[in-house]
């Protein structure tokens, strides 16, 4: 741990089954107006609305609604809950869905009481709040994000096809509190659960493939990242275990809540490159992660080297033995590769509907990060992107 | 996860060389009367003491003080602590010292305004504050216990010689931050480095040494033992490498948090033997734990057999072809007693001043866990107990 840093993480998670329950407890610190903010309605078919719904009306609460949040969360639906909540006169803002919906949450809890243009001032100039946030807690029912316990909120200004991630330092844009019942996630289908599992292990990658110094940040990331290998291989095959998915959402939760980033840079240029794919294209985020990431980490091994070889023999148990470096890493690479086709993430562009005459637009649309073990050029980018097609 | 569990921790970290400068960000949010804790006095000749008074005063802080905080910290001076708060009004009690600095803080804090007998409300019947808890900051300049991240306070009441662990469920009692400067650890003797460094690592154990389930923590924790194995083996060589002492303090912290005990019981009963001999002998905590803990694994090994083989493979390499679980296990608790004999920890009771006539009295003490892979019966503790001579 060579860099300095500053921990805060104060959210409060409420982990297990029947843990909705804790809202009772919760919800009376804040005031009568609330506003319920879900997704495409399958809380509606699936008991959670109602559950959620009975626990509001015994705490006498005065509840709006945002309904229809949608996976990339678009500016003008920002605008539209932020009307709501000002109308409403929100004392608090409930979150009932993945992380779309919780990303969404944060950013119209900022924007409420903001006098400015919430996307010039959030998502273009990178300011923090001026304004007081509406105080905001979760109830989670899709995994992978780890916004239920971070200040991260992605937005996208479907004008621009800009598809842009802000990581707020006030911690008032944090949930208060998040409720974690990995029963909630049972009925997800298997793409989005599998696209969740590929998002949790690349926000690890990004964090883990970064830095020289030896820090305990990369120890407690191959722990995680053993994890959720473990516990997908018995998920995609019994997507109903319990202890399976209970193990994946704590983890996802952990993987992006900034513990394993504590003094390291952060590379995040996989997450460059699938969200401008996935600001072109509407594709699952998770899956924009996963069609790029091979092609990406072969690109920028030779700069990072030990770090592969480390991450082949730690994660994936490559035996060094009679292998030179990077025969070890790219062994790594290769384990890596079989794990994902194995859990059935996309592997390639072109089946989220990307063909090579949107290549320019998308790497145009890219942001270049400097904190992995390559600073990317635009060619280097195009060439990824052909590389993933 | 198969266990339903609740995870808060607020306490906010400053970490890295100069973190005491964020004193200034953190005290004006208290009030002016600050009691200052400390110890034997080593901050004054390495210029700790010096470094936080200066910034004491430009607070415009009144201060008092409680020093001579002892190693394991003591009934009678819980009791002298809480008549100087309440004599100086405290607003807020700022630690600055090691885990019994922080511990003994913890206590006073939570009594100054107690109306009961705090030995009996917190220590023996083990009940919560009715009363409000002072407020409580830490700089830390001693590594091993966690006390800078969570609710737990060791007290010994030198009349009955019971050294009692209490975890408050009330974060009021958590430091509101805590600054971990690693430099502040460098000048700590070998014997109090090494012993911090078994600390962090029987916390661990204490944690992952039980339950069945398959669970991220345990992932957790075998990424925690690694490191602590890792960077323990660079200090002992070189007590002045600034990386090896800054990821020993930042596993520390984690080891000790309630993050790798989520969804697990925990056992503790080492803990709960190292604390009996330490409430005789007055030993250092570390070096207790360290003396009983060979004799322990090796009488629990038989009834959590699949946990010690995977302890063997995953923490210590051990290559399991060819051999039994049973054979596996072992060889993975020789391991750690080879590691233990490097870096130098007591593994004998004969070396704390314990002898065979005081075992009885010790026995006594013990408090008995059911948390772990085998409830121990007396005979049992009585037995590990000789063993560990």
């Not at 990431?293 to 023999?313: I, W």
């Not at 384990?335 to 059935?344: N, P």
Request: aromatic share 10%.
């Amino acid at each position: 741990m060579l860099g300095n840093f500053t921990y805060y993480n104060p959210t409060k998670l409420y982990f297990g089954g029947g843990s909705v329950a804790s809202l009772r407890d919760e919800l009376p610190k804040y005031g009568p107006n609330i506003v319920l903010v879900y997704g495409g309605g399958s809380i509606k078919t699936n008991g959670i609305y109602d559950q959620v719904a009975a626990i509001l009306k015994d705490c006498g609460k005065n509840v709006a609604e945002i309904s229809g949040v949608m996976p990339n969360p678009t500016l003008p639906k920002v605008l539209e809950g932020v009307e709501i909540c000002r109308r409403h006169q929100a004392d608090f803002l409930l979150a009932v869905g993945g992380g779309s919906v919780c990303d969404y949450t944060k950013a119209v809890a900022a924007s409420v009481h903001c006098e400015e243009d919430p996307w010039q001032k959030y998502f273009v100039r990178f300011e923090e709040p001026a304004c007081p946030v509406v105080p905001l807690g979760c109830v989670l029912t899709m995994v992978g994000t780890g916004s239920e316990m971070n200040a991260g909120s992605v937005i996208t200004n479907p004008d621009t096809k800009e598809k842009v991630g802000k990581v707020f330092e006030n911690e008032d844009v944090m949930p208060k509190f998040s409720i974690l019942d990995p029963n909630y996630t049972l009925t997800l289908p298997r793409y989005q659960m599998v696209s969740g599992i590929y998002d949790i292990f690349n926000h690890i990658c990004e964090q883990y493939f970064c830095g020289a110094d030896d820090n305990t940040s990369d120890y407690l990331s191959e722990g995680l990242m053993r994890s959720v290998i473990h516990s997908s291989r018995i998920a995609v095959k019994n997507p109903q275990d319990y202890e399976a998915r209970s193990n994946l959402m704590w983890t996802a939760t952990w993987a992006l809540n900034t513990l394993v980033e504590c003094g390291k840079t952060g590379d995040w240029m996989v997450h460059m490159l699938g969200q401008a794919v996935g600001g072109v294209t509407n594709a699952t985020h998770g899956m924009t992660l996963a069609a790029v990431s091979q092609a990406y980490y072969h690109h920028v091994l030779p700069y990072g080297l030990p770090k592969f070889k480390r991450f082949a023999e730690a994660v994936w148990g490559i035996d060094p033995t009679g292998k030179s470096d990077e025969e070890v890493a790219l062994a790594g690479l290769d384990a890596m590769k079989a794990w994902m086709e194995e859990i059935g993430v996309v592997m390639h562009l072109t089946e989220l509907g990307v063909d090579e005459s949107m290549l320019d637009q998308i790497a145009d649309l890219t942001f270049h990060m400097d904190g992995g073990y390559k600073a990317l050029k635009r060619d280097e980018i195009l060439a990824i992107f052909r590389e993933s097609l």
